[in-house]
């Protein structure tokens, strides 16, 4: 008995369901894959052109490749049955600009990475082999870089199969307190993002925040710069004009605390929550104000005393703590370093 079918379909994978003696199919895309689904072998990883014999599908189950035409099967059945034939759509294939918030190691070779991404949010990604030595992207896909890649949708993960490197933004990683801000930064977007779903805003945000820290610009600064317009993206920005409580517009000459648990500044009248409560000074109060409306490069040419940055600082934390329910894990590691710059400070003075 011999069959014959007719398959309109391209860039698709032709799978071959049971063993068969032989099978010619005519190939008119050359993107096809030929895949035997009963063992799992990959017969043809792509048919260069039509006019083509696959060794090893040969060497399987007798598959020929030729003849031009629309994909077209015509199956012999010897002793087995015959074969059946079937197109399955191929993995799509997308490019994507991309910086990678996080990695962690999988198996012998691979790597899980997360992307973000302007197009599709936050993406989980598989780079396969890439700890091989042999790997020729291994040091490519690293964080506090801004990369062009090429993925395949997959099941679980999508797949990584090319990168390219648009922006490095090495100066930043020379710097531990610039490396420690540039991993708070990728945290926190790693944390407030959903997976595909699409915020490019978010993503520019991001990479304006390292290429400010490449640039040399106070990591102190690009991170409450950052914090204050993450928050604002995300519809959470912290009120700084008016009472949380009663509305009323602040005033100069009055006494000023700060409430994450109301999202901002309370004045003096009101007595808000029973705890969560902390004072806020006048100099505090502005400088959180600038970081809303003042353009980056003004924020970078500001004079302000120490004692205020760290008191916006203390603000800012807490408010995002409580935003996300806890303080992000990577600010252990920024204090630790910033403790040890003012040590090695304080010895050589």
């Given at each position: 008995?011999?069959a ?33 689904v ?14 083509q ?5 040969v ?25 059946t ?15 990678v918030?996080?990695r ?9 990475l997360?992307l ?6 936050k993406v989980r990604a ?25 993925l395949?949708h ?42 595909r779903?699409a915020?490019e805003?978010?993503y520019?945000?991001?990479k304006r ?6 640039a ?10 950052f ?12 009120e700084v004009d008016?009472?949380?409580e ?12 700060w409430v ?11 007595p ?18 600038a ?23 203390g ?12 303080s ?6 920024l204090?630790?370093?910033r403790a ?10």
């Amino acid at each position: 008995m011999v069959a014959a079918l007719l398959i309109d379909a391209r860039g698709g994978r032709i799978a071959i369901l049971d063993e068969a003696e032989d099978l010619l199919l005519g190939v008119r895309d050359e993107r096809a894959e030929i895949e035997h689904v009963g063992s799992g072998r990959h017969l043809a990883g792509s048919v260069a052109g039509p006019e083509q014999t696959c060794a090893a599908a040969v060497a399987c189950c007798g598959v020929t490749l030729g003849g031009a035409g629309t994909v077209a099967a015509l199956i012999g059945s010897a002793g087995r049955g015959g074969a059946t034939v079937r197109i399955v759509p191929a993995p799509h294939r997308y490019a994507t600009d991309a910086i990678v918030l996080s990695r962690f190691d999988y198996g012998e070779a691979d790597r899980i990475l997360t992307l973000l991404t302007p197009g599709s949010g936050k993406v989980r990604a598989i780079a396969k082999g890439i700890r091989r030595p042999t790997s020729r992207v291994g040091g490519s896909l690293e964080p506090f870089a801004e990369l062009r890649l090429a993925l395949a949708h997959g099941r679980t993960f999508d797949v990584v199969t090319q990168v390219e490197v648009i922006h490095p933004w090495l100066r930043l990683r020379d710097d531990l307190v610039s490396f420690g801000t540039a991993s708070y930064m990728a945290e926190l977007a790693d944390r407030t993002q959903e997976e595909r779903h699409a915020t490019e805003s978010v993503y520019v945000l991001l990479k304006r925040g390292y290429e400010l820290l490449d640039a040399g610009m106070a990591p102190g600064r690009v991170a409450r710069w950052f914090e204050m317009h993450l928050a604002q993206e995300l519809g959470i920005r912290p009120e700084v004009d008016r009472c949380v409580e009663c509305g009323r517009l602040l005033e100069v000459d009055e006494r000023y605390r700060w409430v994450p648990l109301l999202g901002g500044v309370l004045c003096e009248r009101c007595p808000g929550p029973p705890n969560g409560i902390a004072g806020l000074s006048l100099e505090a109060l502005k400088l959180l104000k600038a970081y809303q409306r003042m353009d980056v490069e003004a924020l970078a040419a500001l004079r302000v005393r120490p004692e205020v940055e760290m008191e916006v600082e203390g603000a800012m934390r807490a408010f995002l703590a409580y935003t996300l329910d806890r303080s992000p894990k990577s600010l252990a590691f920024l204090d630790e370093v910033r403790a040890g710059e003012r040590a090695r400070s304080e010895t050589r003075t």
